[in-house]
C-alpha cells in the first residue's frame, strides 16, 4: 500500500498562530469523534469539559441555521461554532482552518450555508484500476478487479472532501462494464460497506453508478424492461439488499441509452418510465436516482447537417419535464456539447420546471490540458452558474434556477467528475489541486470570486510571499483563456485527437459519427445553429437569450462559431478579420505559455521542490503542446483560406 504524502491544502503547518488552548463539544453525536479529532489534529489542543474552553463547538437544534451551514463568533476570548446540527459544526471546523491558513484572524461573525443541497464527485474509476479520463495515476479505490482497501489514504481523500463541503459521491464510472454491475449484490457489499463506512465520518454519502441491464447481466431475466414487474422487484430486491448493509446508502447514478450504454429506448420506453422505476426502487430507503441527460446520437452521419448533437439533451428532456418521480433527479452537463474549452450553457436549465436537476461539471481536464496544461476552472464554471437564463425575465441565473426549480426540490445541486488518482499530489499536475478545492468552494457559495477562491487554496497549500501569490495568481487567472487562444477558436471546440482527446487534430472529428464538426471550407468556418438557415439549436433558449444568439451581431464573439458559419473576412468588433483572430491568438497563446516558464521560475525559492519541478516538467510539455496547437491550426486555416497573415509571422504552408 502506498500513502499519498500530500495534503493538498490541508496543511497543519500552514495555520497561523492561533489564541486556543483547549476546546469542548456540545450535543454533538454522529460526527463526535470526527470533529475531535479534527481539532486536535489541527489546533493541537485537548478537549475539555469546562465551558469556558477557548473554543467551543456546539450543535442548537432549536436554531434556525442551515443543518450543514454554521455561525462563527468570536467574544470574550472565546471562539464559537454553533450549528443546528454536527454536519454544519464539521464545516465550521474547517471554515475556522482557512481562517487561520490567512495571514491574519479577523473577528468577525461569520454565517456560512450552502447554496446548493447535492454537493456531489463523480468518480469515472473502473474497477481493473484504470481511471476514464483520468490524468492522476491509477483508481485511490480499484486495482485488478478488487477493493484496495488503502483506508488511510481514503480517510485523507475523506477528509480533503469534506474540507471543501462535498457531501456525496460515487466510486465507480457510469460506464459501469461487466464486474462492477455486482457491485450491487453480494459478491461486493460488504466492500462498499467498508468504504461507506469511511466517507460517512465526513458526512459524504456514497452512491454507486449501476448498469441499466443488470437484471439480464447478474439478474439472469431475459429483459430489463422498466414496466416489467419482475424488473421492477428485481431492483427492489437489489436495493433492499443494499439498504440492510448500508442503511444510509445515498442512490444510484445511472448513464442510460448514452454512447451505446442500455436504456429503456431498447424496450420503446421514456427515460421517465427508466428513472422512475429505480426511484420506486429507493423511494422507500429515502434513496435518489440521478439520471444523466448525456444522451445524443452517436451514429450519426457527417453527411447530415441537420442533425445538431447540440440539441439531443432538450430534446429527449423537454418533453418530460413533471413526469419524473420526486427521488429522482436530472443530472445535466453544464454545456450541450461536452465539457469543451468553450460552449454554450446547456438550454435546459431554465427550461425544466417541474423537474429535479443537478448540473453537472468536469474537474478532470480531458478537453482543457488532461492536467498538462495549466487550466484553472473556476471561471470557467462561474461563468456557467451566473449565465442569465431569463427564464423568470432578466436575472434568471442558472444558480437561481437551480435553487428555486421546481418548487420543492430538496436535493438539487452540483455535481462533477473528479481529478484525482493515485499519484502522489493527487492531481497529477499540483496546480490541478485548485480545481478540486476550487469546485467545493464555488458550489458551497457561488458568490464567491475565482480570485478569493484561488487565494484561499494558495494559503492553504503554499507559503508565498505576497509578489509570489501574484505571480502565481496571474498564470492560474489567465489560463483559461491562454489555452483557449492556442486551441480551438471563437467556441468551435473538437479539434482534439480523436479518443484520448489530447493535442490537435483539425479534422480528426470532421468526418466521424460523433457529431462533433466545425465544418471548415474554403470560404469559412462554424456551425450554423440558427433558426433562420441553421439547426435550429437557439429557439431552445428563452427569447432575449435565443434573439442574442440568433442575430450574429449580438452573438458573444467567444461563441460566434458555435453558432454561426462565417467567412474567413468577417470583421470582429477589435476590427479583426476572424483568420487574422485566429493567427494571432495562435501566437500569443503560445508566447503567454512561454512567460509561464519564466514566472515559474521566479517561484523556485517559494514552493518546495517536488512542487516545482513537477509544475515546471509539465509547463515544458504544455508548451510543446501549445506549440503544436498553433502551429496546426495556423497552416490547416492558411491552407484552406489562403490569406496570409498581416504581421508575416512563420505560418507553414
Ligand atoms: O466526455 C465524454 C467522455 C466519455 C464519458 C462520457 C460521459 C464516461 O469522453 O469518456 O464516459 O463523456 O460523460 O458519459
Redesign the pocket.
Known amino acids: 500500500m502506498s500513502y499519498h504524502k500530500d495534503f493538498c491544502w490541508l496543511q497543519k503547518k500552514k495555520l497561523k498562530n492561533h489564541p486556543f488552548n483547549n476546546f469542548i463539544i456540545k450535543n454533538a453525536t454522529s460526527l463526535h469523534e470526527t470533529l475531535k479529532k479534527e481539532v486536535a489534529y489541527f489546533f493541537e489542543i485537548s478537549l475539555v469539559e469546562e465551558s469556558e474552553a477557548s473554543l467551543i463547538l456546539e450543535v442548537k437544534e432549536e436554531s434556525s441555521i442551515h443543518p450543514e451551514g454554521y455561525k462563527i463568533t468570536a467574544e470574550n476570548k472565546q471562539v464559537r461554532i454553533i450549528s443546528s446540527s454536527d454536519k454544519g459544526l464539521l464545516y465550521g471546523v474547517y471554515h475556522l482552518i482557512r481562517l487561520f491558513q490567512k495571514t491574519k484572524f479577523v473577528e468577525e461573525e461569520i454565517l456560512s450555508e450552502p447554496e446548493n443541497q447535492t454537493r456531489m464527485i463523480n468518480h469515472?474509476d473502473n474497477f481493473d484500476g484504470s481511471v476514464?479520463?483520468g490524468y492522476a495515476g491509477k483508481s485511490i479505490f480499484f486495482e485488478k478487479n478488487s477493493f484496495r482497501r488503502d483506508d488511510e489514504n481514503n480517510e485523507l481523500y475523506a477528509r480533503l472532501l469534506a474540507s471543501i463541503g462535498i457531501n456525496s459521491l460515487t466510486i465507480n464510472?457510469?460506464?459501469v462494464h461487466k464486474e462492477e454491475s455486482y457491485f450491487i449484490t453480494d459478491k461486493y457489499l460488504n466492500e462498499i460497506a467498508h468504504l461507506a463506512s469511511i466517507f460517512r465520518k465526513y458526512n459524504i454519502k456514497l452512491f454507486l453508478s449501476i448498469n441499466f441491464a443488470s437484471p439480464i447481466e447478474i439478474g439472469n431475466m431475459k429483459t430489463a424492461d422498466p414496466l416489467n414487474e419482475e424488473v421492477q422487484e428485481f431492483w427492489n430486491k437489489v436495493t433492499k439488499d443494499i439498504y440492510d448493509v448500508i442503511p444510509d446508502f445515498g442512490g444510484f447514478v445511472v448513464?442510460a441509452d448514452?454512447?451505446n450504454r442500455p436504456g429503456p429506448f431498447t424496450y420503446g420506453r421514456t427515460h421517465a418510465d427508466g428513472a422512475n422505476m429505480l426511484g420506486r426502487a429507493l423511494k422507500k430507503h429515502d434513496g435518489i436516482v440521478f439520471w444523466?441527460c448525456?444522451v445524443y446520437n452517436n451514429h450519426q452521419d457527417w453527411r447530415d447537417r441537420t442533425t445538431d448533437r447540440a440539441r439531443a439533451a432538450y430534446d429527449h428532456f423537454y418533453e418530460l419535464d413533471g413526469e419524473f418521480n420526486d427521488n429522482v433527479i436530472l443530472q445535466i452537463?453544464n454545456g450541450p456539447m461536452?465539457?469543451q474549452v468553450r460552449e454554450a450553457v446547456s438550454p435546459l436549465f431554465g427550461a425544466l420546471k417541474e423537474t429535479n436537476q443537478v448540473l453537472?461539471f468536469?474537474i478532470t481536464q480531458?478537453?482543457t490540458g488532461q492536467q498538462k496544461h495549466i487550466f484553472y476552472l473556476v471561471p470557467q464554471w462561474k461563468e456557467v452558474l451566473d449565465f442569465d437564463t431569463w427564464m423568470k425575465g432578466k436575472g434568471s441565473t442558472v444558480q437561481k434556477v437551480l435553487k428555486e426549480y421546481p418548487a420543492k426540490q430538496k436535493n438539487n445541486g452540483i455535481t462533477a467528475?473528479v481529478n484525482v488518482g493515485r499519484d502522489e499530489n493527487w492531481t497529477g499536475h499540483k496546480l490541478a489541486q485548485a480545481n478540486l478545492f476550487g469546485y467545493g468552494r464555488l458550489i458551497w457559495d457561488p458568490s464567491l470570486s475565482s480570485d478569493s477562491i484561488l487565494e484561499e487554496w494558495m494559503n492553504g497549500t503554499f507559503e508565498l510571499s505576497s509578489n509570489g501569490k501574484e505571480i502565481l495568481k496571474s498564470m492560474m487567472l489567465n489560463s483559461w483563456d491562454t489555452y483557449e487562444k492556442y486551441t480551438s477558436p471563437l467556441g468551435i471546440g473538437w479539434m482534439v485527437e480523436p479518443g484520448h482527446?489530447y493535442g490537435p487534430n483539425i479534422d480528426g472529428y470532421e468526418y466521424s459519427m460523433w457529431g462533433t464538426y466545425h465544418f471548415s471550407d474554403s470560404k469559412g468556418l462554424g456551425v450554423d445553429r440558427t433558426v433562420a438557415t441553421g439547426t435550429g439549436y437557439t429557439r431552445q433558449y428563452h427569447d432575449e437569450v435565443f434573439e442574442q444568439y440568433e442575430d450574429v451581431a449580438t452573438c458573444p464573439e467567444e461563441l460566434l462559431l458555435f453558432f454561426h458559419h462565417l467567412p474567413y473576412n468577417y470583421q470582429l468588433k477589435s476590427g479583426k478579420t476572424i483568420i487574422q483572430h485566429i493567427y494571432d491568438t495562435h501566437f500569443e497563446g503560445y508566447e503567454e505559455v512561454e512567460r509561464y516558464q519564466v514566472k515559474w521560475k521566479s517561484l523556485k525559492n517559494e514552493v518546495d521542490e517536488t512542487t516545482y519541478l513537477n509544475v515546471k516538467e509539465r509547463i515544458k510539455e504544455q508548451l510543446q503542446s501549445a506549440r503544436e496547437w498553433r502551429d496546426q491550426i495556423n497552416t490547416y486555416y492558411y491552407r484552406k483560406a489562403g490569406i496570409q497573415d498581416k504581421k508575416g509571422r512563420t505560418i507553414y504552408s
Open positions: 469515472w476514464e479520463r464510472n457510469v460506464n448513464k448514452s454512447e444523466r448525456f452537463k461536452d465539457f453537472e468536469q480531458e478537453y467528475v482527446h
